[in-house]
């Protein structure tokens, strides 16, 4: 018997997509787009990529619109011509049925208002940073340490509010599953800071890292909560993602559009200046809107499919991969680079191999992976079905066994019942013989 098995779905398609666009975007930040800004002023900058990100979730609607057109289209060719007027009452009872559904359950309406405030909420941390430490830049902060640590206190979050609030039992592969992350946890953060300080970069503050890290620690705790929001929503309310991302980005932008105006008259007012630094010019600033919304919906797109299809703890397995990247890209600029730091390489490989291993469990707490050793398989929903299966198996061949000599039994009691009965119209000297 094999050790570890890989249970395969085909909704996984999702979360290698995601991961592959991951990666391309992360190096395109790094090698292209590196501290690209659309306006000088760094906090009003990260507003304008909250609001495109909005823009990108509004492009769902016209998912939602295509669905809702092609269900609707699919029944009417179901249909016969001569059934037109009861075509026309049940598109009217559909349309009350999903208003009564959703726009009048206050419940509903109650989780999608929280989940469009935690998403904008959010997006707001790196905006709060650079509001508050003017002085800062996109060159002052180590990514790298920001990524890893935030990520990784993001899934041990994720876990717990999915527990709290989605009641997910936890068994032993799960209990395995969170200590790994834990122990990577306490390997990955220590080891980011030790190598910050050893070998700092020339831009890179210290201090500014240490204050971005802090206030994005916040992020980690609002998007597991809104992830664990949106499957409670897929589970108690039946809603379809491209419907919950549209209703999500309508909700942000009546926030953005209440918010904003008071932000420009209390802190903007004559201070937003495009960015003309370099040969950086219109057509390249709205190239990179379109490119960024586009990969943005595409990305939250594939996150809610995750999240709709297995749970919101899978979405752990997503936002490693921001991890791996940093990393790979810190390696390959080391490379670049014609000192000799091999100190510094080690510390990049190990981060990098404590990031696999991170990655290791989440696939293990979202039994893809199974390790059939220990007694960490006997909760696998797959093992269990597959008990369930060889049991009820066994139970049919017993069933058939039973029969079967029930069959013969009968046969033999009905054969005794026959030579009885010939006996019965036998003369009675030929019985006595």
Not at 156 to 164: D, E, M, T
Not at 294 to 311: C, D, G, H, N, R
Not at 323 to 329: K, N
Not at 398 to 406: A, N, Q, R, Y
Request: with cysteine.
């Amino acid at each position: 018997m094999a050790f570890i098995s890989f249970n395969y779905n085909k909704n996984l398609i999702y979360a290698i997509v995601y991961w592959g666009l991951e990666i391309i975007f992360r190096i395109a930040i790094y090698f292209i787009f590196i501290n690209f800004r659309i306006v000088t002023d760094y906090a009003i900058n990260e507003y304008i990529y909250l609001f495109i990100s909005n823009i990108s979730d509004l492009y769902s609607g016209f998912l939602a619109l295509y669905i809702h057109f092609s269900s609707k289209k699919t029944t009417i060719h179901e249909q016969s011509d001569n059934d037109t007027s009861r075509s026309k009452i049940s598109t009217i009872i559909e349309f009350v049925s999903v208003k009564e559904k959703y726009f009048t359950r206050k419940s509903f309406i109650a989780k999608m208002i929280l989940i469009s405030c935690l998403h904008y909420a959010s997006h707001l941390t790196s905006f709060i940073f650079f509001s508050l430490i003017k002085e800062a830049n996109y060159e002052n902060i180590f990514y790298k340490a920001n990524a890893d640590i935030v990520n990784h206190f993001d899934i041990i979050i994720r876990y717990i509010f999915s527990y709290l609030l989605l009641e997910t039992k936890i068994f032993k592969h799960h209990k395995f599953s969170i200590i790994i992350i834990l122990i990577s946890f306490a390997i990955l953060g220590p080891t980011d800071i030790i190598s910050m300080h050893i070998y700092p970069q020339d831009s890179i503050d210290i201090i500014y890292t240490y204050k971005y890290i802090g206030i994005n620690l916040l992020r980690g705790v609002l998007f597991p909560l809104e992830d664990t929001f949106v499957k409670k929503i897929f589970t108690e309310d039946y809603i379809i993602p491209e419907f919950c991302m549209f209703l999500r980005g309508v909700g942000q932008f009546i926030l953005i559009v209440i918010i904003t105006p008071i932000l420009y008259f209390t802190l903007w007012k004559g201070n937003i200046y495009i960015n003309h630094e370099g040969d950086i010019g219109t057509g390249t600033i709205v190239l990179v809107i379109i490119l960024y919304s586009l990969q943005a919906f595409i990305k939250e797109y594939l996150l809610m499919k995750v999240i709709y299809y297995f749970s919101s703890q899978s979405v752990s397995f997503l936002i490693i991969s921001e991890s791996i990247t940093t990393s790979i890209m810190e390696i390959i600029l080391c490379f670049k680079d014609n000192k000799s730091q091999n100190l510094k390489y080690l510390f990049f490989a190990i981060e990098l191999i404590v990031i696999l291993i991170t990655t290791f469990g989440t696939l293990v707490f979202d039994e893809i992976i199974v390790i059939k050793k220990w007694g960490l398989n006997l909760n696998v929903a797959k093992e269990i079905s597959l008990r369930a299966r060889s049991e009820i198996k066994s139970i049919s061949n017993f069933d058939d066994d039973v029969s079967i000599e029930e069959t013969e039994d009968n046969d033999n009691e009905d054969k005794d019942i026959t030579e009885e009965s010939k006996l019965d119209i036998l003369p009675l000297s030929v019985v006595e013989q």
